[in-house]
């Protein structure tokens, strides 16, 4: 089992339809990172994909990052610094709760996807989906 083939072709697509409907709601940006290893802390290792995969480049810097590395069972989700000048700091906590029970019962498709719906709805408060909105950042995940 490796971060490309932890997910089949089929749950991909599944995910990737999420984060489309998900951009429905609001003009932020979300994607998917699967990683085989994360050492170090989540968050730092999710900070660094972030600026990787240059989402910090979105207009409203409204992109989020869904972080997952399957082999050292860690998980992480960041939000760009216009949302985090807006939110709580803890606007992710309950998203995450509700994600790491899933993942303990070995429900990880339905847990990403659960997590990016709730992205959407979560963000369309601060960041409603615009008529004009710009797909910024690719809906495909990205791995290792
Ligand atoms: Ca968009
Ligand atoms: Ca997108």
């Keep these: 089992m490796t971060a490309r083939n932890f997910f089949s072709k089929l749950e991909i697509k599944r995910i990737v339809a999420a984060i489309q409907e998900a951009e429905k709601d609001t003009s932020g940006e979300i994607r998917v990172h699967i990683d085989n290893f994360c050492k170090g802390d989540a968050i730092e ?72 719906l709730r992205c959407g709805k979560k963000l369309k408060a601060y960041f409603p989906h615009q008529e004009n909105d710009i797909d910024e950042l690719s809906n495909e995940i990205s791995f290792e």
Excluded: P
């Excluded at 869904?66 to 700091?89: P, R, S, T």
């Design 45 to 116: 290792r999710a900070t660094e994909v972030f600026f990787k995969l240059k989402m910090n480049e979105t207009a409203l810097r409204n992109g989020v990052l869904i972080y997952l590395a399957v082999k050292d069972h860690k998980f992480a989700i960041i939000g760009d610094e216009g949302i985090n000048n807006v939110v709580e700091n803890d606007f992710w906590e309950d998203i995450k709760n509700d994600m790491t029970q899933s993942f303990r019962n070995n429900l990880f498709t339905d847990g990403i996807i659960y997590g990016v």
